[in-house]
Structures are given as structure tokens and as C-alpha cells.
């Protein structure tokens, strides 16, 4: 059973900076394509930023580019999400998000299949 824990959300002014944690069990995260999506009130669930099982394979959406950075510890099993310079458009619940084993295409939202129970990220103006 795989299980997917995030951590790290909380409430920031603009321009601060923030880092998310997601945790797995029962997957090593070497194995799987890894993904922040984020989910806005009254808005879908939107894929973020991922990171493919082969090294160097990263995808952002245009907006977050330049301002986070995804990356991952094969030792602790967590990838993270590094946010700075936050802006307000920013405020969502983020989720983390896992492929099964070599599976999938890091950059497809489609392609998920665990998901974590998310974590609320606030940015005041």
C-alpha cells in the first residue's frame, strides 16, 4: 500500500518562501514519477511542477517557473517542493502525487495514481 504524506504547508506573506515535504511508504520514490498539484477554491486540481524517475527530467507550469524548485532525497524517501517568492495566486491545498513504478509520464496529470491528503498553503498580500 502506497501512502503519500505531505508536510511544510502554512500560512506566508507575498515574497516569502515556503518548502513542502512529501513522504512515501510502501513506494521508494526513485522508482516513480513524483508531482505537486495544487487545487484553488472553485478551481480544478492543476499539476504544478513533477519529476520523472529518469535523473533530469523536471516539468513546471509556466507560472511557477523561476520560483520553485522540485527535487527529491532518495535516503529519506520525500520529494520536496521549494517555494519562494510566493504571490497570493499562490493560496491552494497542494497535494502530493505518485506513478506506480516506472510508469506514466511525469509531465501528464493523468498519469497519478496516489495521492497524499494534501497540505494548505495560504499567501497574504
Known amino acids: 500500500q502506497v501512502q503519500l504524506v505531505e508536510s511544510g504547508g502554512g500560512l506566508v506573506q507575498a515574497g516569502g518562501s515556503l518548502r513542502l515535504s512529501c513522504t512515501a511508504s510502501?513506494?521508494?520514490?526513485?522508482?516513480?514519477?513524483m508531482a505537486w498539484f495544487r487545487q484553488a477554491p472553485g478551481k480544478e486540481r492543476a499539476l504544478v511542477t513533477a519529476?520523472?524517475?529518469?535523473?533530469?527530467?523536471?516539468y513546471y507550469t509556466e507560472n511557477v517557473k523561476g520560483r520553485f524548485t522540485i527535487f527529491r532525497d532518495n535516503a529519506k524517501n520525500t520529494v520536496y517542493l521549494q517555494m519562494n517568492s510566493l504571490k497570493p495566486e499562490d493560496t491552494a491545498l497542494y497535494f502530493c502525487?505518485?506513478?506506480?513504478?516506472?510508469?506514466?509520464?511525469?509531465?501528464?496529470?493523468?498519469?497519478?495514481?496516489?495521492w497524499g491528503q494534501g497540505t494548505q498553503v495560504t499567501v497574504s498580500s
Open positions: 510502501g513506494r521508494t520514490v526513485s522508482t516513480a514519477s
Open positions: 519529476i520523472g524517475w529518469r535523473p533530469g527530467t523536471t
Open positions: 502525487a505518485a506513478t506506480r513504478a516506472y510508469g506514466g509520464t511525469y509531465y501528464d496529470k493523468n498519469s497519478y495514481n496516489y
